[in-house]
């Protein structure tokens, strides 16, 4: 099994910057994915950003190069810097982590205010 916990959500105002902390713990293959999605209300879960274990990253085009996911290996550990927040980054953020199977976080709430 693997656990995800995730940090750093918050109360932001528009064009502040907050960042997103998720630390892997378990059985989890040094060969893997992990990553952010985001689920505003009413909204389906969505793609914000994900990462290989090698670097390789992937990013959702609606993000205009705002946020910036990165990972330390060796903690198990993926960080997702978010600037410019806009009121409508507003969500649930979820990590995701694809080992053998795939795994969410329970989800950390960023709330973006004018």
């Known amino acids: 099994q693997v656990q995800l916990v995730e940090s750093g959500g918050g109360l932001v105002q528009t064009g502040g910057s907050l960042r997103l902390s998720c630390a892997a713990s378990g059985r989890i293959r040094s060969s893997n994915v992990m990553g952010w999605y985001r689920q505003a209300p009413g909204k389906q879960r969505d793609l914000v950003a994900t990462i290989t274990s090698g670097g390789t990253t992937n990013y959702a085009d609606s993000l205009n190069g705002r946020f910036t996911i990165s990972r330390d290996n060796a903690k198990n550990t993926v960080y997702l810097q978010m600037n410019s927040l806009e009121l409508e980054d507003t969500a649930v953020y979820y990590c995701?982590?694809?080992?053998?199977?795939?795994?969410w976080g329970l989800g950390t709430q960023v709330t973006v205010s004018s």
């Open positions: 995701y982590a694809k080992s053998w199977y795939v795994y």
